[in-house]
């Protein structure tokens, strides 16, 4: 067993774009861990996915040997995501640690993942090294962005370690801080048995792979353990750590991170969070484990063009073993047949889901247009979650409509401070704080509707605040507001996948435009097709796409004009049998029409 003093857990926490992957890479490069002919960019990112997109979706974990000062230390570092999508990961992995470097770019500066993480830190009660970033370029300004967090943060810039980790510059510096300023893990070997899986991935040979932080007790391969959450046994087959590779060992102590391989079979039989323990000398103080990821954002997957559901079905049940922070349930459509309602845990992790599902699976999805949760209270007292539109039931049931409210902390240029304000203000946001972090950056506090948000906010922050605008938010309540729901009529017969649930006072704009995208991107057919919205019976827009026309009369060259009239009467009255029998063919753009940000 390892020695409890010369261990050292610590995680990489940063925004997006900060270098977390790349200090990672440096790290092990400078320890020895991976040689310089098996280095390559973004080491730990192994999904194809974050190499394209070059962001870190997952978090990944490497234990490195590092000698200093005539002792080897163990560092177990976990490299996680900056994405606000992915915040959950963040918080798994501290549970894992004694300390976090949270990185700072040294151009950018504190932005609003950088608060968020460095207060999930705290939380923690993690200890915290400041290390600034990307001092090789030629606009960094390393001094004023440490003085910049210890204003904002109150982390001491006099404590900060300046490093570049594309160029390796001090690496070394780090590397000593982390073994003086990070703590050792506390804990006893000698006392049961008690490990935290923070981490699971299925494997197609071995069953599911559990990453797991022991803090009391050890196991070795061949003991039988008790996983407390979920009251079952197994029999450890493989014991080991990722050095990056993954390395089998005899067995794992107090202290210490690695992982376990016991014949589970699939992801839904381990709960992350859980707690193990020894069978035969189990412990009675559970691990506190984790609050589960909450889903906020909702929509529909429906089987595309050459694609049956049972296959969308199979390869949505394949992608869930390998991500469980999404859920799927069936759910039919008149005009999309049987589909799935998917929750996500935001717009990018939706995107990610899909993406995937259409390169693994090898299906094509038809997707509608992404919704958020809402609180129903109903006249009899009792209240009901929907997820969609569609199961919102009648409205004479309805008591009041309540949309869930998030706290978004903005970091913006001081100049853009009138632009975010009106911004946030068209879109029915509440102003609760306005704090300047520096002559020309603020930081704004707003409490927004999460439905008015996770469309185009994002895009819209970036544009009016020229790319230096962030924002990370978090869900605090429901709060009742003039909500209703619009349906949306094509050829007269409402379109459950279409239909959007809006504040009042803005249902008739958002009508509007709706059915005006609507009518660009459905195509013309042989019968005239009416669009419209309607909230409850009362007809709000309307807009109409006209009939291919064809000139029947074309081989009418003179005679009597009744020849003409007769031909077009019939032309007119197929054209109105074709319209009650006609199927009107909806295009995957149409239901994404609704995303289109507003100009």
Known sequence: MADLSLIRNFSIVAHIDHGKSTLADRIMERTGAVSKRDMRDQLLDDMDLEREMGITIKANRATVNYKSHGKSYMFNLIDT????????????????????????????????????????????DLEILLVINKIDLPAARPEDIALEVEQVLGLEAADAVFTSAKTGEGIDELLEAIVAKIPPPSGSVDKPLRALIYDAKPDPHRGVICHMRVFDGSFARGDKIDLMGVDRSYIITEVGKYTPKSTVIAALGAGEVGYFVAGIKTLADVNIGDTVTRASNPTDKPLPGYVPPQQMVFCDFYPGTGTTTAQLREA??????????????????????????????????????????EREGDVSVVQTAPTVEYEVLLQDGSTMRIESPSELPDMSLVDEIREPIVLAQMIIPAD????????????????????????????????????????????????????????????????????IKMDILVNGVPVDALSVIVHREKAQYRGRKLIAR??????????????????????????????????????????????????????????????????????????????????
């Not at 707003?446 to 020229?466: A, N, V």
Request: proline letters at 2%; one cysteine or more.
């Open 518 to 599: 609507l009518k660009k991107e459905i195509g013309r057919h042989m019968f005239e097709i009416p669009l419209q919205a309607a909230v409850g019976g009362k007809i709000i827009a309307r807009e109409t796409i006209r009939a291919f026309r064809k000139d029947v009369t074309a081989k009418c060259y003179g005679g009597d004009v009744t020849r003409k009239r007769k031909l077009l009467e019939s032309q007119k009255a197929g054209k109105k049998r074709m319209k009650v029998v006609g199927n009107v063919e909806i295009p995957q753009g149409a239901f994404m029409s609704i995303l289109a940000p507003d100009d």
């Open 416 to 483: 853009c401070v009138g632009t975010v304000m009106r911004l946030s203000l068209d879109r029915r946001g509440e102003q609760k704080k306005t704090e300047y972090l520096s002559q020309t950056r603020v930081m704004l506090t707003y409490r927004l509707p999460l439905s008015e948000i996770i469309y185009d906010f994002y895009d819209k922050l970036k544009s009016c605040t020229r790319g230096y605008g962030t924002v990370d938010y978090e869900i605090e309540d429901f709060r009742a507001d003039d909500m």
């Open 81 to 124: 995501p900056g994405h606000v999508d992915f915040h959950y990961e963040v918080s798994r992995s501290l549970a894992a640690c004694e300390g976090v470097l949270v990185l700072v770019d040294a151009t950018q500066g504190v932005q609003a993942q950088t608060v968020a993480n460095a207060y999930l830190a705290l939380e923690a």
């Open 316 to 357: 949505m049940e394949k992608l869930w073993l390998t991500d469980s922070s999404f859920t799927y349930n069936t759910v039919s459509s008149d005009a999309l047949g049987i589909g799935f309602r998917c929750g996500f845990l935001g717009l990018l992790h939706m995107k990610i889901i899909q993406e995937r599902l």
